[in-house]
């Protein structure tokens, strides 16, 4: 009986001691935790924050239909502008610093065409004309990812004065459209936007 209380008292000597030290321990971590991270911070480094996000977004599209086209023997056959209004907002037009456009375009038509489109300004001035080239179908996939157009500096600033988007679709020679004629003519477009926000 006296063996088997030693043994229980030795025990729970053993099991307080480790309990204590656990503790111990654990409170030493803690204060060299708190004592490590407490730093002065420095709200004047503020002044240095630089922001330079970038926003993508669509910029155009259409969709033409073969039989929708007006083919009077000329080889202009559709025109058509829109709004383009991003550049009232003052704090998006103060902090762009570079624009890029990309153009994809599809031909399932068997006709050539050159598509243009147009910056324009509030009195409908023609800022910058970019064009794009498209060959006729030939019964392969026939999308055309034209280089991106980057604005920057003065072209930039021509962008920045542009208030409405024009399109000019020009169809080369050859068998004239009409209501029976298949395919279309599609036009996707993308634009990034970076700013900088200092």
């Given amino acids: 009986m006296i063996v088997n209380i030693r043994r229980y008292i030795y025990r729970y000597t053993f099991v307080m001691k480790s309990n204590f030290l656990s503790k111990v321990l654990k409170i030493v971590i803690i204060s060299l935790l708190f004592s490590s991270c407490s730093s002065d911070l420095d709200f004047d480094q503020i002044k240095d924050l630089k922001l330079e996000p970038a926003f993508l977004a669509n910029l155009a599209y259409f969709d033409i239909p073969a039989n929708k086209l007006v083919d009077d023997g000329g080889n202009h056959v559709a025109d058509d502008s829109r709004g383009f209004d991003i550049f009232k907002d003052k704090f998006f037009n103060e902090h762009l610093q570079k624009a890029e456009l990309n153009f994809e375009i599809e031909n399932t038509i068997d006709r050539a065409f050159l598509v243009s489109l147009q910056l324009l300004d509030a009195n409908n001035q023609v ?13 392969t996939a ?6 991106t157009e980057v604005f920057e500096n003065q072209r930039l600033d021509l962008l920045k004065k542009t208030v409405k988007i024009g399109f000019r679709v020009a169809i ?3 068998t004239p ?7 279309s003519l599609k036009l996707k477009s993308s634009a990034t936007a970076y700013l900088i926000i200092e």
């Avoid at 800022?127 to 019964?139: C, D, E, K, N, S």
């Avoid at 459209?177 to 395919?183: A, F, T, V």
Wanted: no cysteine; hydrophobic share 35%; glycine share 10%.
């Fill in 172 to 174: 080369s020679e050859g």
């Fill in 142 to 147: 026939n999308v055309i990812k034209f280089p």
């Fill in 177 to 183: 459209l009409n209501s029976q004629s298949l395919g």
């Fill in 127 to 139: 800022l910058q004309t970019l064009t794009f080239p498209v060959p006729a179908y030939r019964g």
